[in-house]
T-cell receptor, first 115, second 112 residues
Framework: ETGVTQSPTHLIKTRGQQVTLRCSSQ?????VSWYQQALGQGPQFIFQ???????GRGNFPPRFSGLQFPNYSSELNVNALELDDSALYLC??????????????FGPGTRLTVL | GEDVEQSLFLSVREGDSSVINCTYT??????LYWYKQEPGAGLQLLTY?????DMKQDQRLTVLLNKKDKHLSLRIADTQTGDSAIYFC????????????FGQGTELSVKP
């Protein structure tokens, strides 16, 4: 139990729709990172937020966007869904910024299926 | 670009040692990590090693790092059925904490 929760657990959408995934970090954790894990693959870094500001982005198009709120919750928004967006989306929270050994605590993920 | 590679499957008998291998490309990575993922669960950090170390031991886990060959391994001694899971190695992206590049994972199956 990492203290990081994600909702919903599962979600089914159709192509072209928009989706919002939510993450609740551990209290006091200022950094949240989002990853996309396709079936049979390792997680791919989407972006990271630190104190409500984006702090680095992976190789994902602008239709992937995020928000982080002062209450340690965050959102991942995906517009114009494509079939390839079907994946497990993981959020991870950590206490500080860019501290390499700062342990990241992962949530259980949201399984998104795009039909 | 950055890439991390692992073998996909490993099957061992309970009580044996398991060795999971990984190669990485970003020689600037300061830390390298091993994560475990059980079905329906998120990733759990098992251990990490600093790039100036050759070996790190943590109870049943031993991490070996060959920086010259960019090769990382995780040895699990006395493997138990509860160790069955997918194991990921990961490196920092441009040495920035929280931005990890993962391998595709090694599925470890432990038979009684």
């Amino acid at each position: 139990e990492t203290g990081v929760t994600q909702s919903p657990t599962h979600l089914i959408k159709t192509r072209g729709q928009q989706v919002t995934l939510r993450c609740s970090s551990q209290s006091g954790h200022n950094t949240v990172s989002w990853y996309q894990q396709a079936l049979g693959q390792g997680p791919q870094f989407i972006f990271q937020y630190y104190r409500e500001e984006e702090n680095g982005r992976g190789n994902f198009p602008p239709r992937f966007s995020g928000l982080q709120f002062p209450n340690y919750s965050s959102e991942l928004n995906v517009n114009a869904l494509e079939l390839d967006d079907s994946a497990l989306y993981l959020c991870a929270s950590s206490l500080g910024l860019a501290t390499i050994t700062d342990t990241q605590y992962f949530g259980p993920g949201t399984r998104l299926t795009v039909l | 670009g950055e890439d991390v590679e692992q073998s996909l499957f490993l099957s061992v008998r309970e009580g044996d040692s398991s060795v999971i291998n990984c190669t990485y490309t970003d020689s600037s990575s300061t830390y390298l990590y091993w994560y475990k993922q059980e079905p329906g669960a998120g990733l759990q950090l098992l251990t990490y090693i600093f790039s100036n170390m050759d070996m790190k031991q943590d109870q049943r886990l031993t991490v070996l790092l060959n920086k010259k060959d960019k090769h990382l391994s995780l040895r699990i001694a006395d493997t138990q059925t509860g160790d069955s899971a997918i194991y990921f190695c990961a490196e920092n992206w441009n040495n920035q904490g929280g931005k990890l590049i993962f391998g595709q994972g090694t599925e470890l199956s432990v038979k009684p």
